[in-house]
């Protein structure tokens, strides 16, 4: 089952019209599942007009979402406090913080919002990852490859793919959160189901 996200990703923010992509959205929401990957993220910038872009865009994307009630996947690298305070001003907006890269603080923050958080194969060998793990709330975990990367630890730099590491990570998630493999597979599907809204 494959679901179609689109969106306008920080990288493309300056060279993107927002107009059209609306149009775009407008014309195919009943096949459209979700926005996304969107985000705020200060690598992609040459300055400070950039940037206010980026964020002007980003915030057009999340009221896309909002409006054609459709999740949405962001990309908080860096900038999760300042997406975290924006996501704030949105009741109903269901949020996934694709690959979740924060801290402790963060993380209780986006739970207590009822975002959820995504996990890949650095969950595997990552004892950072895991400890966040231990602190996610069992109903908003997700799991992603974001292939296709090549990842060295543990991997031989295999390219990553859903068939060929998926099982790795629910395994790896099912021997922290201390349930079984079938019954963390089963809770990750939920989740994802509720993720989506159907």
């Not at 865009?57 to 896309?64: K, R």
Request: hydrophobic content about 35%; glycine content about 6%; charged content about 20%.
């Amino acid at each position: 089952i494959v679901r179609n996200f689109v969106g306008i990703h920080p990288q493309f923010a300056n060279r993107t019209e927002c107009s059209i992509f609306e149009e775009i959205v407008s014309q195919n929401h009943e096949i459209i599942d979700g926005i996304g990957e969107i985000a705020l993220n200060s690598k992609y910038c040459d300055g400070q007009n950039d940037y206010s872009v980026q964020r002007k865009v980003f915030e057009q994307m999340l009221d896309i979402a909002s409006e054609i009630k459709k999740p949405v996947s962001i990309h908080s690298r860096g900038s999760l406090d300042e997406i975290l305070d924006i996501l704030s001003s949105y009741d109903g907006l269901n949020g996934c913080l694709h690959w979740f890269d924060g801290n402790e603080k963060q993380l209780l923050r986006s739970m207590e919002m009822g975002l959820y958080v995504s996990y890949g194969p650095s969950v595997v060998y990552s004892m950072r990852k895991r400890k966040l793990l231990k602190l996610t709330n069992l109903c908003r975990i997700l799991t992603e490859t974001d292939g296709p990367v090549k990842y060295p630890a543990c991997f031989e730099y295999v390219t990553a793919m859903p068939t060929s590491m998926l099982a790795s990570i629910i395994y790896a998630i099912s021997q922290v959160v201390k349930t079984s493999f079938r019954d963390t597979s089963v809770k990750i599907f939920c989740n994802s189901i509720d993720f989506f809204g159907s």
